[in-house]
């Protein structure tokens, strides 16, 4: 039954998203005048053009056993006019949708830190519902961040010429005519501070790669209506530090939390039967995020000083947290990566910048967990 209630949905989405397309009316004025013309040529026409002087003086045109001659041959050159009309403003449009093309730039940013999807690159699934010169701003930190070679902090210092390079992109384009386009397969604490950096650029549209089709996907489908639960908030204590673990799309490993935190109060933040390649909504995913930032504000609220982000989320929503999260209003914050099977299941984390223009720093969990 459960496959039924999603295919459901999916079908859905998918019509509403034509629905939603964006429309030339030129054409949709010619359509319904061809249209018109094939209902008027339903009956048996008769067409008689006069001539004085070689010129055409006029058309009459009448269908027999219906409508008087007269009326119909006005209703004729109404559709026939509404199909020239038409037509001028399909050639309008097109022309001006060609000059705001060639003026408008969409930067397509993708993140590159785990799976190698180079056969179906980011910038190849953008929607011509986008308008404007596609620019690729692809950023691949695999041979950094691969378990043979580890080089986090300079990730990080790859990542930190994100906001540059946009604004090298966008060059003289006004900010208005900048859309950025940004999704990726990275590791979570990267992606968050991906989001962090791309707080400032204005337009950002989420996309995911689907694991069971492999491919690039917007964020369209209909809000399910699950939200985080919240547990043993109360129990934190002022100037704290607090490991929260946010379980959006799988659990987090509570085992593994208690072995690389020990001491620490745990605050849970979960959707109820989290489950893989899931969340596909755009307005579930801004719901879940402002629970995030609602968490955020009750920990400083209650005194809380550094906050060890625990984050088993898709890469929409670990970018869409980074982009929400306020350093100088919310707690100082790390973000760590879980490794299954090692001795430390989070074996290093990121500690987010707190000022503007300042660094984002590579942590071993090592030297900074030693409360047990």
């Known amino acids: 039954m459960s496959w039924v209630i999603h295919w459901a949905i999916a079908l859905v989405s998918a019509y509403f ?16 005048c061809v249209g018109g013309l094939a209902g008027l040529s339903m009956g048996d026409i008769v067409v008689e053009g006069r001539q004085i002087g070689g010129f055409a003086e006029f058309l009459k045109v009448s269908i027999t056993g219906g409508l008087p001659s007269l009326v119909t041959s006005i209703v004729a050159w109404l559709l026939m006019l509404g199909f020239v009309v038409g037509l001028v403003f399909t050639v309008v449009i097109y022309r001006r949708e060609a000059r705001e093309a060639d003026t408008k730039r969409i ?24 308008v404007g010169r596609r620019e690729d701003c692809r950023i691949d930190l695999r041979s950094m961040v691969s378990s043979r070679s580890l080089d986090v902090a300079a990730a990080l210092r790859e ?36 989001g962090m950096l791309l707080d400032d650029e204005g337009r950002v549209t989420l996309m995911d790669w689907d694991r069971i089709k492999e491919q690039w996907r917007e964020l369209t489908d209909v809000d399910s209506g699950a939200r985080f639960q919240l547990d043993d908030i109360d129990s934190v204590q ?35 039967n989290p489950r893989v390649n899931a969340l596909w909504s755009e307005d579930e995913q801004a719901a879940l995020t402002q629970q995030f930032l609602d968490v955020l504000s009750d920990l400083q609220n209650r005194g809380v000083t550094q906050v060890h982000l625990i984050l088993a989320a898709p890469a929409s929503l670990s970018i869409r947290f980074g982009r929400a999260y306020d350093a100088r209003n919310m707690p100082s914050l790390r973000c760590y990566q879980w490794e299954k099977g090692q001795t430390t299941p989070y074996p290093w984390s990121v500690q987010m910048p707190l000022t503007l223009g300042a660094s984002a720093i590579h942590l071993p969990t090592e030297s900074q967990i030693a409360k047990a």
């Open 17 to 32: 998203a034509w629905r939603m397309r964006k429309q030339n009316i030129g054409l949709t004025i010619m359509s319904m």
């Open 107 to 130: 930067a397509v940013v993708e993140l590159r830190g785990l799976v190698d999807t180079s056969d179906t690159p980011l910038i190849s699934a953008i929607s011509s519902r986008f």
């Open 159 to 194: 990542l930190e010429h994100l906001p540059r390079n946009l604004r090298q992109r966008r060059a003289d384009t006004a900010r208005a005519d900048m859309q950025v386009v940004t999704g990726g397969v990275m590791q979570v604490p990267l992606l968050f501070y991906a």
């Open 238 to 272: 002022p100037n704290d530090e607090v490991v929260l673990a946010v379980s959006a799309s799988y659990k987090a490993e509570l085992a593994d939390i208690a072995a690389t935190f020990p001491g620490l109060p745990l605050v849970q933040l979960y959707r109820p």
